[in-house]
């Protein structure tokens, strides 16, 4: 065990530092890769061997680290992603000095996570936090410098510094009150414990990206290269909701129930915000990016739901609801990571991700295409996938919050199932589109007419993690049985380990036979068809010819959903028509979705801020003069305090 | 496996496969007769098919197998979906389970098959049902969840055998969280089976298609199996509104017996809606469902005060 983690973890660092030397950048990549797979393999043993290794969790300041279960499955989850978007990374980086130091700062990236998520201890937990922070704002300035990114890099540190003064304020607490790893050190309905409650889900939040604290998140992941990008949203976020976990439901003990409602509102914002501002975005990374809103909202929901739960005593549930936010995490990793990277292989494929300009990559493109198409799939929660395994689960653990809550908050919980199933529907709508635009169709470019395979490395790592995602869908029941353990309190209800999900005292999602009976209905039907087909023919478009200009684009695709939510979203269009002599010479159309939450919340905080600061500036006159008189000033004050007894 | 159970699961399998497109015929037939016309016969949906069986599909040029499969996934999923539907409160176990959940997971599969295969054939009429279709299945989506979560509360589970059984009896009278919900599932009902006023079945106009846009495509025994899957979908729905929404005995072989009857009255319903109300504006739609949506989080309300 302990070798397997010392060993991984110098494979790594010998990985980071055989990246920097020149020609040894593909070597040095596949070697971090060894040891991020060492470090999930290891993390994999913990967590189905049960038990722990290393130190237990300690309020004392000195540094410790140790493995127990959460921390094992999430060092798994961390090497399901890693492993193939490091060997991803291993042909598609180039072998620059800028991707030399993108290839040692992955390494960096990657014992920073291991870092946070293996920390026994406030002080290392929070000094591998700030790194997990800083070191992708590295490695996107390293990759490019234009203004726009290290606008966004600004925007990222900035926002994510601010909202990480609540992690440092609730692990801080936390330590002082003794209460890292004891859940008893906290009375419930404490000050303290609101206190640490808010503190921790404006830190963690922040970093999960969940509404409104998001704005940073689909800014900083698209511009990171592919392969960080999906570190980033597959693993980066899992760590928040690590910390989420870790905080609310292992040391706050026994909440009051606004924790668990204020996680819930949050969850679905995210969910419904995340997926519905993911619709109306141009560029296929950063719909990506704002469907990690989504997922991670939709983890919180099932936080939500754990801490609702167990509020109001239903232990059992409260245990489901944290498997069910637990295997959403992984899975959430697992099909985003492959749809990041895939976007990747397009962009070198094609050199651009703009929606409307790809199209019929899928016939270009079998091996990656096909692994896009089961990841999107996945994503949309189809039956079968593992999108759907752990989304079921939210929203049976979700069901329950009434059946156990009472009024106000069975209400709450009743609500958030209907938005996580709006949530699921529109991401059926949004990925839908994603396929029809990116993989069928005509291409809509010349280059994408031209686009090939890439090299085996990367296809390689896109099936694997398309494996993935038909695996966790067809065995999901493995796994969450023994999640659903890691609930810190005694009892979690008994789920049977069987392949399917098969919760107690309600339905059940029997995945194989689903797949079976799918399956086999599928080839019978496709036997039952035959072969005999006409000629094939054009697709009718009232007797003319299919135009490029008749092609359906992205806004068109969403277009009623537009309209629809048009009071809500506000959407912005601009019709300028140029007339000469009564004949309309020119029609320029422009439309736009703003970001309401940008709008409407962030920027009159900015705003604010700046002019304050202009306020502030007229007191740096930069005169001697001022500055002595501002002393002078001061220390009357201050004495004249002490002679009316304010201060002394 | 109990007679009850056998018995159930052949009328289950029977009538979702082979009885389904009579529910379109007989509602077809309602409606010519409302509307002062002789009407083709409830048998007109099975000659249909036949005709369609008969003829050989046509491939749309530059497509991929995405268009290829689409069709025979929609049936699959569809037909996945009657095995999980159970015909009363006992049921063979068919290796889907019975959860409700798992039923809108296949409706929306087949709806994904259907509206990806418009994207591969570009053709912009069925791109424009797609998007429509899409877009009101949000709605469409949340109402289902809640009507059914009203369902499974009342009952206490979401398996639909439990649900049908702990639903029966005196239920929908005296529980009004039921009947809040059947309001949102009725909405569900004409949504799923794509009638008005949300749809209209018997338009020839691409431009106010919106189930019809995505399947104008498909030929021969392609667009059989989407004409078939869509009637099992009435298949699907009609049968969970008899069994959960409206009054049912709890006796399995009463249940049984009265299944035929509360699905003539739902068909003749369909029939009674589609000739009294016009096709809405679509944008209004969302709206309507929405309210349905909102009733049945009434209804949930209404039982979580009434179990205090």
């Not at chain 1, 042909?91 to 946070?116: C, D, E, K, N």
């Not at chain 2, 429509?132 to 969840?145: G, K, Q, Y």
């Not at chain 2, 021969?220 to 869509?230: E, M, N, P, S, T």
């Amino acid at each position: 065990m302990i070798f397997l983690v010392v060993g991984g973890l110098l494979a790594i660092a010998g990985g980071g530092v055989l990246s920097a030397v020149a020609g040894r950048l593909a070597p040095g990549l596949r070697l971090q890769a060894l040891g991020a797979l060492a470090i999930g393999v290891a993390g994999a043993f913990v967590l189905f061997a049960g038990g722990s290794a290393g130190s237990p969790f300690t309020s004392e300041l000195t540094p410790q680290a140790g493995i127990d279960g959460l921390t094992g499955f999430f060092l798994a989850t961390l090497a399901l992603v890693a492993c193939p978007a490091l060997v991803f990374a291993s042909s598609y980086v180039p072998q620059t000095i800028a991707g030399r130091i993108t290839g040692s700062l992955s390494a960096a990236f990657l014992l920073s996570l291991i870092g946070v998520l293996c920390a026994r201890d406030a002080l290392s937990f929070l000094f591998f936090w700030e790194l997990m922070t800083l070191v992708p704002a590295a490695i996107i300035l390293t990759g490019t410098s234009s203004e726009a990114a290290r606008h966004t890099v600004f925007t990222y540190v900035a926002i994510t510094h601010l909202g990480g003064a609540g992690t440092w304020i609730a692990l801080l607490l936390l330590a002082h009150e003794g209460a890292i790893g004891n859940a008893s050190a906290l009375s419930e309905g404490s000050g303290v414990q609101a206190v640490i409650a808010v503190a921790a889900i404006i830190g963690f939040g922040t970093k999960a990206g969940l509404m409104p604290m998001h704005a940073w998140l689909p800014r900083a992941h698209p511009i990171a290269p592919a392969y960080i990008s999906a570190l980033m949203s597959g693993v980066m976020v899992a760590v928040a909701a690590y910390g989420l976990v870790r905080v609310l439901v292992d040391w706050l003990g026994p909440a009051p129930s606004w924790v668990g409602a204020t996680v819930l509102v949050l969850g679905g914002l995210s969910a419904v915000g995340g997926i519905t501002y993911a619709l109306f975005q141009r560029d296929l990374k950063r719909l990506l990016a704002y469907s990690t809103v989504e997922h991670l909202g939709v983890v919180a929901l099932g936080i939500g739901a754990c801490l609702l739960l167990r509020h109001h005593g239903a232990d059992q549930w409260a245990a489901f609801a944290l498997g069910a936010a637990l295997l959403h995490t992984v899975n959430h990793a697992a099909f985003k990571a492959l749809l990041f990277l895939g976007a990747g292989t397009f962009e070198r494929a094609t050199g651009a991700l703009e929606l409307d300009r790809l199209g019929g990559l899928l016939r270009r493109l079998p091996w990656s295409g096909g692994a896009f198409l089961v990841g999107a799939l996945a994503i949309a929660g189809m039956p079968l996938l593992n999108g759907f395994a752990s989304e079921w689960l939210t929203l049976q653990a979700l069901l329950h919050v009434p059946a156990y809550a009472g009024v106000w908050d069975g209400t709450l919980g009743a609500v958030a199932l209907a938005a996580l199933a709006g949530t699921m529907a529109l991401a059926v709508l949004c990925f839908v589109k994603v396929i029809g635009l990116v993989l069928l169709g005509p291409p809509r470019r010349t280059a994408c007419a031209e686009a090939a395979e890439p090299a085996r490395a990367m296809r390689s790592s896109l099936v694997t993690l398309a494996g993935a995602c038909i695996v966790l869908g067809t065995v999901p029941g493995l796994l969450f049985s023994r999640l659903t353990t890691l609930a810190p309190w005694p009892d979690t209800g008994q789920v049977p380990t069987r392949p399917g999900l098969d919760l107690p005292g309600t339905g059940h999602l029997p995945t194989v036979g689903l797949l079976v009976v799918v399956c086999g209905l599928t080839g019978l039907l496709w036997l039952a068809r035959g072969g005999r087909r006409a000629a094939p023919s054009p697709s009718w478009a009232s007797g003319q010819l299919i135009e490029p200009q008749l092609l359906w684009t992205s806004a068109g695709f969403s277009k009623p959903l537009r309209l629809v939510l048009e009071a809500v979203l506000r959407p912005q269009r601009e019709i300028a028509t140029t007339t000469r002599g009564g004949v309309v010479q020119e029609v320029s159309y422009a439309g736009r979705v703003p970001h309401l939450i940008d709008t409407h919340l962030y920027r009159p905080v900015t705003d604010g801020a700046l002019l304050a600061a202009s306020w502030a500036r007229r007191l740096q006159s930069g005169r001697l003069g001022t500055y002595v008189a501002y002393l002078i000033g001061l220390v009357l004050a201050l004495l004249l305090a002490v002679r009316i007894g304010a201060i002394g | 496996m109990t007679a009850q159970s056998g018995v159930s699961g052949v009328v289950q399998i029977v009538g979702g496969v082979a009885l389904s497109p009579l529910l379109v015929g007989l509602t077809q037939q309602a409606k010519a007769r409302l509307q002062g016309r002789r009407g083709a016969g409830p048998l007109q949906p099975y000659r249909e098919l036949r005709r369609l069986w008969g003829k050989s599909g046509v491939d749309v040029e530059g497509t991929t197998l995405v268009y290829r499969l689409a069709p025979v996934l929609v049936a699959a999923a569809v037909g996945a979906a009657i095995l999980l539907v159970p015909a009363a409160a006992a049921a063979p176990g068919l290796g889907v389970g019975h959860d409700a959940l798992v039923l809108a997971g296949l409706l929306a599969l087949a709806r994904l098959a259907v509206c990806a295969a418009a994207w591969d054939t570009s053709n912009g009429f069925a791109l424009q049902g797609a998007s429509r279709d899409l877009t009101l299945s949000v709605f469409v989506e949340a109402a289902l969840m809640l009507s059914l979560t009203v369902a499974a509360l009342v009952a206490g589970t979401t398996d639909l055998p439990g649900v049908v059984a702990g639903t029966a009896g005196g239920h929908p009278w005296t529980t009004p969280a039921l009947g809040l919900a059947a309001v949102a599932f009725a909405l569900v009902v004409i949504a799923e089976t794509g009638r008005q006023p949300v749809d209209n079945p018997d338009t020839h106009l691409e431009l106010t298609m919106i189930h019809d846009g995505p399947v104008l495509e498909f030929a021969g025994r392609d667009q059989a199996f989407l004409q078939w899957a869509l009637a099992a979908r009435h298949w699907l729905v009609l049968v969970l509104a008899a069994g959960v929404f409206l009054p049912h005995p709890s006796n399995v072989w009463w249940q049984l017996a009265l299944l035929p009857v509360s699905l003539s009255l739902l068909c003749l319903a369909l029939a009674v809606t589609e000739s009294l109300i016009a096709k809405m504006r679509i944008l209004l739609v969302p709206r309507l469902i929405g309210v349905g949506a909102a009733v049945a989080l009434l209804g949930i309300v209404t039982w979580l005060v009434d179990s205090l």
